[in-house]
């Protein structure tokens, strides 16, 4: 265990835990209870994210790493939100195939091929967010880092 949490630079809990801090987003929205562009869906959106950054910049040995993994959680959380509220969600009218591809499969086949792409968008979606959050405190562990350098340099040396 403590060689994963070398490798991904956070106990592995811990990436689970900010990975799911993203998900009750999905609920809400899924479930119409937040309206879009609301101070609470800003905050649901944007608020697990600064989260993961402050973390990671506190706490990673590697904030890329460890917020790309947190990401893949979200992912799968994102894709499992998605799937348990499809009904409800699509409303009992959900996506089908059009253009060429319209009526070549059974109902059945449609929606086991919406639902995998749905589930593979989520799980892109969710390593994206990591992504952008991991190089967000990559880069602000790295100035940090610089700045705390340059401030021992610049600091005057005492005697031998």
Request: aromatic content about 6%; charged content about 15%; overall charge positive.
């Amino acid at each position: 265990m403590t060689q994963r949490i070398r490798r991904l630079g956070l106990p592995g809990w811990l990436i689970v835990v900010l990975g799911l801090l993203a998900v009750p987003r999905a609920v809400l929205h899924d479930l119409d209870a937040v309206a879009e562009g609301s101070p609470v869906n800003s905050l649901l959106v944007f608020g697990p994210l600064v989260i993961w950054v402050i973390v990671a910049v506190l706490l990673a040995g590697k904030p890329f790493l460890a917020l790309l993994a947190a990401g893949g959680v979200y992912g799968i959380g994102l894709a499992a939100v998605h799937n348990i509220f499809w009904a409800r969600a699509w409303a009992g009218d959900p996506p089908r195939l059009g253009g060429n591809l319209e009526g070549r499969l059974s109902a059945g086949q449609e929606a086991v091929l919406m639902r995998g792409a749905t589930t593979l968008i989520s799980l892109f979606t969710g390593l994206a967010v990591g992504t952008v959050c991991g190089v967000i405190a990559w880069a602000t562990t790295r100035l940090i880092r610089r700045r705390r350098s340059a401030k021992e340099n610049d600091a005057p040396h005492s005697p031998p």
